[in-house]
């Protein structure tokens, strides 16, 4: 009886030693999907943000009656980010109201803002928004490698 014991506690241990990589791989597969949702959540909150950059300075020089290949780049580079803004959304599975709200709330903000100083909204979302239209690919690496840092 004891040896059998023994041996019961024996195949026991096997099994769980040898399911231990099908836990580890369970939690692999999780850490990945919560890095794919991060990045997915950052990017398409960068979209909303260059959608409102964007509308914003194409305003701001149409008012201050730029050139017309300058309005017409930020509308176009407005329509990219709105696209992928959408996109993403839908992907994520958000609703289209929440989404038109959201982006509504985050163009008067940065109305705001560029009334304030427009320089700055220039200084701060510039460079990343033609960064992410031009190559989005780069904006992605580089949310999954923040992601990789903070999602344990």
């Known amino acids: 009886m004891k040896n059998f014991n023994l041996l019961i506690k024996f195949v026991f241990l096997i099994l769980i030693i ?36 964007y509308k914003v300075a194409a305003e701001s020089f149409k008012k201050a009656n730029k050139d017309t290949q300058i309005i017409e780049g930020l509308e176009k580079s407005a329509d990219v980010s709105l696209k992928y803004n959408y996109d993403l959304g839908e992907i994520m599975g958000l609703n289209p109201e929440v989404m038109a709200q959201m982006t509504k709330d985050k163009v008067n903000e940065f109305v705001k803002l560029a009334n304030n100083d427009f320089a700055s909204l220039t200084k701060k979302y510039g460079l990343v928004c033609k960064d992410l239209v031009e190559n989005p690919k780069q904006r992605t690496n580089y949310w999954e490698n923040k992601g990789k840092k903070i999602i344990k």
Request: charged share 20%; aromatic share 20%; proline share 3%.
């Open 18 to 53: 040898s399911s231990f990589p099908i836990f580890l791989y369970a939690s692999d597969v999780a850490k990945e999907q919560k890095i794919a949702r991060y990045v997915m959540e950052n990017i398409q909150r960068d979209y909303v943000n260059c959608y409102s950059f």
